[in-house]
């Protein structure tokens, strides 16, 4: 792997003290080092990551039966994945689909418009490579694809599957999560008193875990005996049962999963903000640049690398949504909050192993698509653009 | 300990930026690699001490073969541009690491440490981290840990550079008397020519990968063997001036110098020290020029004369005058060279036309 | 031309948010970013608030709708803290002992395997063939045929698979010369993130399940240590790319090991990184949920098992949530406030670069 040199002994007549022999366990580990380092790791993530990647493939082409004694798998070629994209369970992992409006149709052929046009920029742009196009096309179709699907199960008398499910839970949440920590962050990047506090406090909701947040949500969100009863009877809300609406269950879930988010977006982007060069925006300042103009020409540059990535992490972490819907709402009314984790959870409680081991890889794709895509069409370029 | 190289050669994928590197390097000596940046010294000082790894050559330390011999058994000690003190070591634990290392039982280690940090008159500050210190101060730290363990080959790698320049001007004397101390023989690589011309024993002059000159600063300085040796070393550099020499005489803009030997080469240099000339008044000397500017120095002018070669850019000499030496910018005036002092260079090859 | 300076604008806006002099708030502005910080501490600490006061409710303070204020609005009482901790002090105990052991040991796993892969990626080149990588895959899927589908024991198969990869890449693989970078392997360890636990959870329970190790302590640190170490390796990378490559060679020329520089040079310095990476997998490792619902039944079921347990029923029981989830909050909160000063920075250096 690295380079084959020879340790000898070093034997001179000045040296005071010469070093050890080139024997021994520790001259071994030496010699070795450049593979005794990263090994643990490979191994390790190949036995739980490309291992149980292959036996979920395998699983997801069987069906799982008990069997006397044990179980038996039964091959089933791609009946969980047509089961799930046409099938019994389209309903379920897809939505409802209902009669596409006008409307509708327009903004899907928008849609499709200005994701041909954003690939004919490409093309035109004289840097169009083989692997880019490749990468754009996949994104695009996925893009499409998600489009088209947003766009008839919202139609009248349709319905969200757990995979708009999910999508919604990464888009809306991750945006309401963004907008919110950034200006908190630009709120304790002023000259305040007492920022460490607020620093503090407005880290701690990261460390509570997920399914104490559900349930403090729950209390919470109870409209007759949560603490928040007076603000609802107030308004007149207070017979209203959240749980039973499908979008109000759907924002539960985002609010608790963005009370908790925020906290880690915030804490980088304020050091972000911190660490940005004082004298760029004091030059900024004597140039007669108002607050808007600083932000946008010299803060927003400087942040933006640091927030595209941090903003991957959250991406990722994001299609992994359970432990908020579970608990909050066990994915209620119907199937209305229920993500592509918690429906693969489901199948997997019903012995339906086949069938969860397909969600879980339509899963896969989707989330490798889309944080592969934001990783290559804005972390890279934004780095590429203020580095 | 007699350090030789052996055509050392270095490739970085397609890019070579050392060619058949060979010299010997004297035990005691204190030898300095001297080139503009870029051409190779560092990576030959790091291929010396085992950094990089070597593409073609050998290197030996004493009569041992080190090539394929990690950094740590070469018995080589280091000093770095940026000193590589570690930040959260005191002075006393940078010091005392090689030791440390190499299981020195920690009282005699302490007792060794205290005697290397008063040869670098850091005793009072053992306790301290490097933040604490200054840049001199800093360096003195790298060069005790290099001094401790008393080993076979000093490198340095432009050590003094980021110094200011009164304490650059100290701590070459501070270094050169060090060396001669200990008598370890020592590879110290700078851009810098009045460090080279200083401290060296023998300079070795790099361009490009390739090695220029091998010598005594005085001899480089007196009889430079190329143009780029001979532009490189003296501050201010030797003047050089364009044109054209056949049969044994050399025409420049506005001058013709014969050479009194029969020689044609076509275009060539004409080069000489701004100590080597004066200014004259106007018709008297070798080359017509009016005066450019001129900058009184402390103990003497140097004045910057404007060729008349008809570019239309200016082409310019320095001549180092007399402290006294006052004249108009503008004025007509000449320039009189000792021919003695003249060297000729053959413009395309670069090398020297001994005449 | 020049441009004229703006003139010095007058009136009640310029008065309320135009700044005396750079480097303070103007009135308006303060009164504004101090109102939106009191309303984000508000939002962030009543729900904590809401839990500290319920833990010490009875279930009747509870159902009979909202109370705010102990001693006020009702009598505290300490029954549920008494039930948990006293009464079943044992089943309270048993988890979070398990829960301390199992996010302890597997972050102090994580972060040493995953920081040294990082800083390997970051300081040696890796030219790992294309070929040996695609024979090992091929080793994988021979055991996993093997065991599923024709019932060779795991450990037999296991010595085929490894002897398969063995065969190719010392012999097919040696005549391909495609090679990955140091760029694949850390895009490779990095995007393990991305696989969704789910995925993972079946096979391993299976895996676990075959070697008799299901429900141990073992079982759940290797598996927590082996999903948090991408985010070791994305955050330690980058951080240790920034530490000078001089004071390895240094050390290096000082006659220490690789070991001993990783150790007594790198990661001393690299404690920022290390301790603002600890706390993310520290706190993901405590917090965890579905792998444990996977791979953990009694012996080493984990807090959030138990909280989401008292979904029990007759109901939810509030004020044992509380207590459970306080019980859960209060140490990393602890190390988070011990830790402060090196969480941003630490954060921060592999975001920048990542």
């Known amino acids: 792997m690295s380079s084959d040199r020879v340790n000898t002994i070093g034997a001179s007549a000045t040296a005071p003290q010469a070093l050890g022999a080139g024997r021994g366990m520790s001259a071994w580990l030496d010699r070795h080092s450049s593979k005794v380092f990263i090994l643990p790791a490979v191994i390790v993530i190949l036995a739980f990551s490309i291992f149980p990647l292959i036996v979920s493939a395998y699983l997801s082409l069987t069906r799982f039966r008990l069997a006397p004694g044990g179980f038996e798998l039964r091959w089933a070629g791609f009946r969980n994945f047509d089961r799930l994209l046409f099938g019994s369970e389209q309903y379920h992992f897809l939505g409802t689909f209902g009669a596409v409006g006008w409307f509708g149709w327009i903004v899907m052929l928008g849609g499709a418009g200005l994701i041909i046009w954003w690939l004919v920029r490409y093309w035109i742009s004289g840097r169009a490579r083989v692997l880019g196009t490749i990468g754009r096309l996949i994104t ?248 | 300990m007699q350090v030789t190289l052996d055509k050392l050669s270095k490739s970085f994928g397609p ?341 | 031309m020049t441009a004229a300076a703006p003139n010095q604008p007058k009136g009640l806006y310029a008065k309320l948010f135009e700044p005396k002099r750079l480097g303070i708030m103007a009135p308006g502005t303060s009164v504004l970013v101090y109102a939106g910080l009191l309303f984000w501490t508000i939002v962030v600490l009543f729900p904590l608030y809401w839990l500290l006061v319920t833990s010490f409710k009875l279930p009747i303070d509870v159902n009979e709708g909202p109370r705010y204020l102990p001693f006020v609005d009702y009598e505290p009482s300490l029954h549920a803290w008494d039930y948990l901790l006293v009464e079943v002090g044992g089943d309270t105990f048993r988890p979070y002992v398990n829960s301390v052991i199992i996010a302890a040991i597997s972050t102090i796993l994580a972060v040493l395997a995953g920081s040294m892969a990082a800083y390997a990626l970051a300081r040696i080149t890796y030219k790992p063939r294309f070929a040996s990588i695609l024979s090992f895959v091929v080793g994988i899927i021979a055991m996993i045929v093997l065991t599923v589908v024709a019932g060779v024991p795991w450990w037999l198969s296991l010595i085929v698979g490894l002897a398969i990869f063995a065969l190719l890449a010392r012999t097919v693989a040696r005549r391909f010369n495609a090679r990955l970078g140091n760029g694949d392997i850390l895009f490779w360890m990095i995007s393990q993130r991305i696989l969704p636990p789910v995925i993972v959870a079946v096979p391993v329970y299976v895996m676990f399940q075959r070697i008799g190790l299901l429900d141990t302590h073992i079982a759940m640190i290797i598996t927590y240590a082996t999903v948090n170490l991408p985010i070791v390796v994305w955050l330690m990378h980058d951080f240790f790319l920034s530490i000078p490559r001089d004071l390895d060679e240094s050390a290096e020329m000082d006659g220490a090991t690789k070991f001993q520089i990783f150790f007594d040079i790198v990661l001393p310095l690299a404690k920022p990184g290390i301790a603002a990476t600890s706390l993310l997998v520290l706190v993901l490792a405590w917090n965890e949920y579905l792998l444990a619902l996977f791979l953990s039944s009694v012996d080493a079921q984990t807090m959030p098992l138990l909280v989401a347990a008292q979904n029990a029923t007759r109901g939810p029981q509030w004020w044992s949530m509380s207590v459970l989830i306080l019980l859960m909050i209060i140490p990393v909160v602890l190390i988070a406030l011990a830790l402060q000063r090196f969480i941003a920075k630490g954060l921060l250096v592999g975001a920048v670069k990542g």
């Not at chain 2, 050392?18 to 005691?28: A, N, P, T």
């Open chain 2, 15 to 355: 890019v070579q930026v050392l060619y058949d590197l060979s010299m010997v390097v004297e035990e005691g000596e204190f030898l300095v690699l001297l080139g503009p940046s870029g051409c190779g010294k560092t990576t030959a000082l790091r291929m010396i001490a085992g950094l990089e790894e070597v593409t073609s050559g050998r290197v030996h330390i004493g009569d041992r073969d080190v090539t394929d011999i990690l950094p740590k058994y070469r018995d080589a000690a280091m000093v770095f541009q940026s000193y590589a003190l570690y930040p959260h070591k005191t002075v006393a634990e940078n010091i005392g690491y090689p030791l440390k290392l190499r299981k020195v039982p920690p009282p005699e280690r302490d007792k060794t440490v205290r005697e290397v940090a008063a040869q670098v008159q850091l005793e009072d500050y053992l306790a301290r981290y490097p933040r604490e210190l200054s840049g001199g101060q800093r360096q003195r730290v790298a060069l005790a840990r290099a001094i401790i363990r008393r080993p076979a080959v000093f490198l340095m790698d432009e050590p003094l550079s980021n110094l200011d320049a009164k304490l650059r001007v100290h701590m070459r004397a501070e270094l050169k008397h060090m060396q001669n101390t200990l008598g370890t023989t020592t590879i110290y690589v700078t851009h810098d020519q009045v460090e080279a011309m200083t401290l060296a024993h023998r300079v070795a002059i790099l361009n490009h990968g390739r090695l220029m000159q091998f010598d005594q600063p005085k001899t480089i300085y007196r009889d430079p063997a190329n143009l780029f040796v001979a532009s490189f070393i003296g501050s201010p550099p030797m003047n050089m001036v364009d044109g054209n020499l056949s049969n044994g005489e050399f025409t420049g803009p506005g001058f013709a110098h014969n050479l009194g030997r029969n020689l044609s080469v076509g275009p060539a240099v004409i080069g000489f020290r701004p100590e080597d000339c004066s200014v004259v008044a106007a018709g008297n000397g070798l080359i017509p020029a009016e005066i450019y500017s001129n900058e009184l120095i402390g103990d003497h002018t140097l004045v910057t004369c404007e060729l008349h070669d008809g570019s239309g850019t200016p082409h310019t000499v320095t001549v180092k005058m007399d402290k006294d030496f006052e004249a108009e910018m503008g004025a007509e005036i000449a320039i009189a060279i000792d021919p003695s002092h003249l060297y000729f260079f053959d413009r395309d090859s670069g090398e020297r036309l001994r005449v």
């Open chain 1, 140 to 387: 695009a179709t996925v893009g499409f694809g998600i489009v088209v699907l947003a766009t008839v199960t919202l139609s009248e008398g349709g319905a969200f599957g757990s995979l708009m499910v999910t999508l919604f839970y990464v888009t809306v949440g991750c945006s309401i999560q963004f907008a919110i920590a950034l200006g908190l962050a630009l709120l304790c990047a002023k000259p305040i008193r007492g920022r460490a506090f607020f620093r503090v406090v407005f880290f701690m909701p990261l460390m509570v875990t997920p399914v104490g947040i559900a349930y403090m949500f729950r209390m919470l969100a109870d409209m007759s005996k949560g603490p928040l009863e007076p603000i609802w009877s107030l308004f007149g809300f207070a017979d209203v049962a959240w749980a039973n609406d499908a979008w109000a269950a759907r924002m539960v879930v985002v609010i608790g999963d963005s009370w908790q988010w925020i906290a880690f977006i915030f804490i980088v982007m304020l050091a972000a903000l911190e660490s940005q060069p004082r004298d760029q925006i004091e030059a900024a300042q004597l140039d007669g640049a108002g607050r808007w103009q600083v932000f946008r020409d010299v803060t927003w540059p400087t942040i933006v690398p640091v927030a595209a990535t941090v903003m991957l992490i959250r991406v990722i972490e994001a299609f992994k949504i359970i432990d908020l819907p579970n608990v909050l709402t066990n994915g209620g009314p119907g199937i209305a909050t229920e993500s592509m984790t918690l429906h693969a959870f489901f199948a997997w409680r019903t012995q339906d192993l086949g069938g969860s081991a397909a969600i879980g890889y339509m899963l896969l794709f989707v989330a490798v698509v889309i944080c592969v895509s934001f990783f290559n069409l804005v972390v890279q370029r934004q780095k590429a653009r203020f580095t």
